[in-house]
C-alpha cells in the first residue's frame, strides 16, 4: 500500500467574473489575506500534524456532523487501535462500533470500514477526486477535503462553514440550502481556491467559518476579509445566510428497563438492517418485555437526536424468565459492547441512584 501524495494537478483558474460570480471581488487579495490569517491563528489539531492521507481521511469522516472538540479524544483513541488501513480493514464489527459509540452516525464507521477494505485492494491510496468519490461514505465534500488537503488536488470544499463565509461576502439574498445558490456558491469557491495550496485554502475558508464567521454575531474585527465582504458593508452579517425555516422537533417517551440478575443485565441487540444504530444493543423498553415487574423509578433525562428529543424514564425491573429475542450480558463487559448512548446514560444513572 503505497499513500504517497502525486503531483498536484495544474493551475487552471477561471476568474470570478469569467464564471459571472461576484466579478467585484478581488480574489487575490482575499486569499492572500485569507492565507496569511490562517498560518497565524489556525488551531493545532491532531489531524494538522499529518500527512497521512488515511489519518486525514479518518479526521473528515469524523468531524462529519460532529464538533472539533468531541471529535479529538475520539480520533486519538481511533487511531491508536486502527493505526493504518489493514487494522482497520480487520477489525471486528463489534470492536469497531464500540470505539465509534458516542460519535454518533454509525453508518459513518461501517463505511470507513467498508472503504478500508476496497483501498486494500487498490495498488495504493485512492489520491484523485474521482477515485476518492467512489469509496463508501465519501461524498462530495470528503472526496474534496482529502484530494486537496492529502494530495495537493484543486478542488474547493463547501461545507456549511464555507457556504456562511461566501454567503456573508457576496451578500448573497438566497437560502443557501436551495440548490440554484449552492450551485453558485460552489463556482465561487471554485474560483477564489489558490491551486498552488489548495488543501490550506480549503482548511483557510473552513477554520474561518468555524472561529469567526461564526453563526451568531460573527467576529467581523477579527476578520481577515472583512475588507472584501459585503454583508459587512451592508451591515447584513447577523442577518446572513438565508436558510429557511427549521424542521419540526419532535419528542418520544421512552420507558426504559433496567433489569439485573447474577452481575448480568438484560439486552437486546438492534438488527444489522436497522434505520439507526444496527447492530447497537439496548435496554428493553416496558412494552417490549410485559412479564417484567417494575421495582422503582430512578430518574429520567432528555437526548436529542437530530430532531427528536426522547424522554426516558429509567426504572429497576425483575423479571422471572428471559423472553425470546433478548441476552444476558456481564456488567462488567458491558464496556466491549457497542451499546447505544442511551443505554449508557440509563446505566450510569442506575449506577449512581443506587
Ligand atoms: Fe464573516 Fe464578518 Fe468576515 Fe464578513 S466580515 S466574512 S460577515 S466575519
Redesign the pocket.
Known amino acids: 500500500m503505497n499513500s504517497t501524495p502525486s503531483k498536484p494537478d495544474k493551475p487552471a483558474k477561471a476568474s470570478a467574473a469569467d464564471l459571472g460570480v461576484c466579478p467585484t471581488l478581488d480574489v487575490a487579495a482575499i486569499c492572500r489575506n485569507l492565507l496569511q490569517w490562517y498560518r497565524k491563528h489556525k488551531r493545532d489539531l491532531p489531524w494538522r500534524r499529518t500527512e497521512d492521507p488515511y489519518r486525514i481521511w479518518v479526521s473528515e469522516i469524523m468531524l462529519q456532523q460532529t464538533r472539533v472538540a468531541a471529535v479529538i479524544p475520539y480520533y486519538e483513541r481511533f487511531l491508536a487501535l486502527y493505526p493504518d488501513i489493514p487494522a482497520l480493514a480487520s477489525a471486528p464489527e463489534a470492536e469497531l462500533l464500540a470505539a465509534w459509540a458516542g460519535l454518533g452516525y454509525y453508518s459513518r464507521a461501517r463505511n470507513l470500514q467498508k472503504a478500508a477494505r476496497a483501498i486494500l485492494k487498490l495498488p495504493q491510496f485512492p489520491s484523485d477526486y474521482a477515485a476518492l468519490r467512489e469509496l463508501p461514505g465519501v461524498g462530495d465534500y470528503t472526496a474534496a477535503a482529502v484530494a486537496s488537503i492529502a494530495f495537493g488536488r484543486p478542488h474547493a470544499v463547501l461545507d456549511g462553514n464555507v457556504l456562511?463565509?461566501l454567503s456573508?461576502?457576496t451578500a448573497d439574498p438566497g437560502n443557501i440550502k436551495s440548490d440554484t445558490v449552492r450551485k453558485k456558491l460552489r463556482a465561487l469557491a471554485e474560483t477564489l481556491l489558490d491551486r498552488r495550496r489548495p488543501g490550506e485554502f480549503n482548511q483557510a475558508l473552513m477554520e474561518?467559518g468555524a472561529t469567526?464567521?461564526v453563526p451568531k454575531q460573527?467576529?467581523?474585527g477579527?476578520?481577515?476579509?472583512?475588507l472584501h465582504?459585503q454583508?459587512?458593508r451592508q451591515g447584513l452579517?447577523n442577518q446572513?445566510p438565508l436558510t429557511g425555516a427549521r424542521p419540526i422537533a419532535s419528542r418520544q417517551q421512552k420507558h426504559l428497563l433496567v433489569i439485573e440478575r447474577a452481575g448480568k443485565i438484560l439486552l437486546w441487540q438492534r438488527p444489522s438492517d436497522s434505520r439507526r444504530l444496527a447492530g447497537f444493543w439496548e435496554l428493553p423498553e416496558r412494552e417490549q418485555v410485559t412479564g417484567a415487574t417494575v421495582q422503582d423509578e430512578v430518574a429520567g433525562f432528555r437526548h436529542t437526536i437530530v430532531n427528536t428529543t426522547y424522554l426516558v424514564q429509567v426504572y429497576r425491573a425483575t423479571l422471572q424468565s428471559r423472553p425470546k429475542g433478548f441476552r444476558w450480558h456481564a456488567k462488567n463487559k458491558l464496556g466491549e459492547l457497542p451499546l447505544s448512548t442511551i443505554a449508557k446514560k440509563a446505566l450510569i444513572l442506575v449506577t449512581f441512584c443506587r
Do not use: I, K, Q, T
Open positions: 456562511r463565509v456573508r461576502m474561518l469567526v464567521c460573527p467576529l467581523c477579527d476578520c481577515p476579509v472583512r465582504c454583508a459587512r452579517e446572513l
